[in-house]
């Protein structure tokens, strides 16, 4: 899943309105920004393999580290205890856990059976989705429409720029959507750990289109 870890995290404002969107996206999307660095470094391996399923070219070959259900809940645990080291905000702390283990959660709807219980473990999990391109387009589209609903439905805008901060990203991650699904495959598996790590930039674009926005009842950014 792509767009629908950053719908979660739209969603999650409303209920954490003093965790910033930037604080959320990076939960949502940390098994998928550490996944490119394992990559990087021959710990995790991608093959580009067109028609391994019908919605990406992708074969996620082995990723026990950032992807296995156990490491997830490591990251999970570990995020939410360091959120709350800092900022002791205990509903926060659930929250960002929460959308860490939620990548998981969502990759096991779309991944097929590449997903492992454990680093080492021989069972793999996943429901297939991916496996037609109009039904997860379908789903992750209106998971995408409801988290961006609640958080517009959560906020207003100070001033122009938190109208505009907002919908770019949108188009950006509309048109980053569609070039992946109908675009040509990447050219290495390199190629798509580089790309993988442009994610990071939502992060500081998350927090700059809060500062642009305030909550109905403006509770102080985390």
């Not at 999990?125 to 409801?146: I, K, M, R, Y």
């Not at 993988?196 to 930039?201: H, S, T």
Request: aromatic residues 14%; hydrophobic residues 55%; charged residues 10%.
């Amino acid at each position: 899943m792509l767009i629908g870890h950053f719908a979660v995290a739209f969603a999650a404002k409303r209920a954490v309105p003093a965790v910033s969107l930037g604080t959320l996206f990076l939960a949502a999307q940390f098994i998928d920004g550490l996944w490119p660095i394992f990559n990087l470094l021959g710990l995790e391996h991608v093959e580009i393999a067109p028609g391994d399923t019908a919605f990406t070219p992708l074969r996620f070959v082995h990723y026990p580290i950032t992807h296995s259900l156990l490491m997830c809940a490591v990251w999970a645990v570990l995020f939410g205890a360091e959120y709350y080291l800092v900022r002791r905000y205990r509903a926060g702390a659930l929250m960002v856990a929460a959308l860490v283990m939620s990548h998981w959660i969502l990759d096991f709807v779309t991944h097929r059976p590449d997903l492992p219980l454990y680093p080492g473990g021989s069972t793999y999990l996943g429901l297939g989705l991916w496996q037609s391109v109009p039904a997860t387009v379908a789903v992750e589209g209106a998971l995408f429409v409801a988290g961006l609903w609640l958080y517009l439905a959560s906020t207003r805008p100070r001033d122009r720029t938190g109208v505009i901060a907002l919908w770019a990203l949108v188009v950006v991650f509309l048109a980053a959507y569609f070039g992946a699904v109908f675009g040509p495959p990447p050219p290495s598996p390199d190629a798509v750990a580089w790309s993988g790590l442009a994610g990071w930039l939502t992060v500081p674009w998350g927090y700059w289109i809060d500062q642009h926005r305030a909550y109905r009842t403006s509770p102080a950014i985390a």
